[in-house]
T-cell receptor
Framework: AQSVAQPEDQVNVAEGNPLTVKCTYS??????LFWYVQYPNRGLQFLLK??????LVKGSYGFEAEFNKSQTSFHLKKPSALVSDSALYFC????????????FGKGTRLHILP | ETGVTQTPRHLVMGMTNKKSLKCEQH?????MYWYKQSAKKPLELMFV???????ENNSVPSRFSPECPNSSHLFLHLHTLQPEDSALYLC??????????????FGPGTRLTVL
């Protein structure tokens, strides 16, 4: 069975510092991996995805994520955090080799401190 | 805006009421989804429609009834709900392809409160 874990409920980062939001996954085949962001009173917005190819994926708003197959991780990163990055971030996975539904993590709330 | 609209944005209903949530996508996608988002719980996929056929029903209680009359519209009919059904209901759409899996585009959600 596939699963995705976001081990941190909340991450606090000072503005201008690098940020990391962690995600690990478990699938029996090869994964499709996604990051979404949710701002208050809004639906989820797609940030980036890993399908195949380069392990470092670049996405919207200066975010990037690194696919690490040996550690089964897909951590979200940004070199310099902005206060406007404060939001709820969701990692999601789908098994590429099975006809399974997409699974979302429980979300990590990111607070960027001015 | 993401190209997916939902109405109403807020809904308060009693346990004996019947109401419907509406979702419309303007992106030309061929798949639509209903999700339930509750506080401190993972996003729950409720229903999936692909090419207007229901392909996923994740053991959702029968008091929730989806309808997909065409590829642009999706409804969620609600009747005799329980207070624990109070949540944010999100609609999403995507373009499903045989050899790929594309990201989903989400609407802003309907905040449902069941009294």
């Amino acid at each position: 069975a596939q699963s995705v874990a976001q081990p941190e409920d909340q991450v606090n980062v000072a503005e201008g510092n690098p940020l990391t939001v962690k995600c690990t996954y478990s699938v029996s085949g090869n994964p499709y991996l996604f990051w979404y962001v949710q701002y208050p009173n809004r639906g989820l917005q797609f940030l980036l995805k890993y399908i195949t190819g380069d392990n470092l994926v670049k996405g919207s708003y200066g975010f990037e994520a690194e696919f690490n197959k040996s550690q089964t991780s897909f951590h979200l990163k940004k070199p310099s955090a902005l206060v406007s990055d404060s939001a709820l971030y969701f990692c999601a996975v789908r098994d590429k080799d099975r006809d399974d539904k997409i699974i979302f993590g429980k979300g990590t709330r990111l607070h960027i401190l001015p | 805006e993401t190209g997916v609209t939902q109405t109403p944005r807020h809904l308060v209903m009693g346990m004996t009421n019947k109401k419907s949530l509406k979702c419309e996508q303007h992106l030309g996608h061929n798949a639509m989804y209903w999700y339930k988002q509750s506080a401190k719980k993972p996003l729950e996929l409720m229903f999936v429609y692909s090419l207007e056929e229901r392909v996923e029903n994740n053991s959702v209680p029968s008091r929730f009834s989806p309808e997909c009359p065409n590829s642009s519209h999706l409804f969620l009919h609600l009747h005799t709900l329980q207070p624990e059904d109070s949540a944010l209901y999100l609609c999403a759409s995507s373009q499903e392809e045989v050899e790929d899996y594309n990201e989903q585009f989400f609407g802003p959600g309907t905040r449902l409160t069941v009294l």
